[in-house]
C-alpha cells in the first residue's frame, strides 16, 4: 500500500512531524463569538479552548452554549461517516449541560480519556452518581447500575432519564484511564484494544460523544485512529495529516503535540503490519 510507505518513510525521515508543526492549529476565518460571551466564559474550563461557532453543539432552549463541537469524518469508499461530539471534561456548572447534550444528540455511548485528577489537578468534575446510586442534572436522571475495570478502562453503564417527557435510555461509558494530558497512552496495544471496544459501540451514524480535560489533544488521538484503523478496514489509503487537518477544521488544537501525532502514525502502522503479517500466515 503507497499511504502506507509515504507513512513509514514519513516517520523515519521526521518529514511527518515538521508537516504536522506546521499545520494550523486553528483554521482561519472561523469566529468563536458564543464561546466568548462574557454569560458563557464560566463554562470554558480553559479559556483558550473554545469551540467554532460553525460547528458548536447547540442547545435546545434558551441557554444553548455547551464547550463541545460536532466532528464529522467523511465515509470510506463503501462506508458509513465516523460522527462523534467532541467536549471538553464537565465542571461542576456545566454537568447538566453535558447530559443534555448526551440525550439531545442521541448518543449511546460516552468515551472518557481522562482521570478526574492528574497530579494533583483537577482535570474533570465527576459528573455521574456512584453505583447504584441516582443523581439529577436538571431534567436529566442518571442512574449508574455498575462498574468494571479491566486493566486500562473502566466499564460503567448508565440509565439516563428526562424526568420531563418521561423517557429513558442507556448509555454506556468507556474510561481510558491510562493516558496524562499531553501525553501519549502508556501502551500501544492496550490503547488499540480500547479503539477497537469503542468501534464495537458503532450504530450507524449515531454520534459517540468524546472527551478529556480539554477535549482537543486526547480526543484528537482518539479520533484520528478510530478514522484510520476504519479506512484501513476498507482497504482504503490513509494519510494521518490530512485527518488532523479535517479535525482541526472542526474544532481547534486537535491532536494536541507532536509527540501524540507521532503517537498515532506509529500506531496506524503497526496495525497495517500486523494485518500484513496475518494474511501472509498458512
Ligand atoms: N492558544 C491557542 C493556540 O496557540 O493555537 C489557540 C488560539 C489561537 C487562541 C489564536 C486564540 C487565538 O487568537 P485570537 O484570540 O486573536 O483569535
Ligand atoms: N491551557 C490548557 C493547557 O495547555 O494546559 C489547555 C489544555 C489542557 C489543552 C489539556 C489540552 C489538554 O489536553 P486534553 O485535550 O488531552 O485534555
Known sequence: EESMRQLERGIQSGTLCF????????KPGLSLNCARLPENMDKNRYKDVLPYDAT???????????????????????????????AQGPLPQTCTQFWQTVWEQQTHTIIMLTTLTERGRTKCHQYWPHPPEVKDYGHMRVKCHSEECNLAYVTRHFTLTHTKRGEERAVTHLQYVAWPDHGVPDDPSDFLLFVSSVRERRKGEEPLMVHCSAGIGRTGVLITMETALTRLDKGQPVFPLDIVKTL?????????TTCQFQFVCEAILQVYKEKQEGSKAP
Open 248 to 256: 482541526r477544521d472542526q474544532r481547534a488544537m486537535m491532536v494536541q
Open 19 to 26: 508537516h504536522f508543526e506546521n499545520l494550523y492549529r486553528r
Open 56 to 86: 458548536r453543539v447547540v442547545l435546545q432552549g434558551q441557554e444553548d452554549y455547551v464547550n463541545a463541537s460536532h466532528i464529522t469524518v467523511a465515509p470510506p469508499v463503501s462506508g458509513v461517516r465516523l460522527c462523534y461530539v467532541a
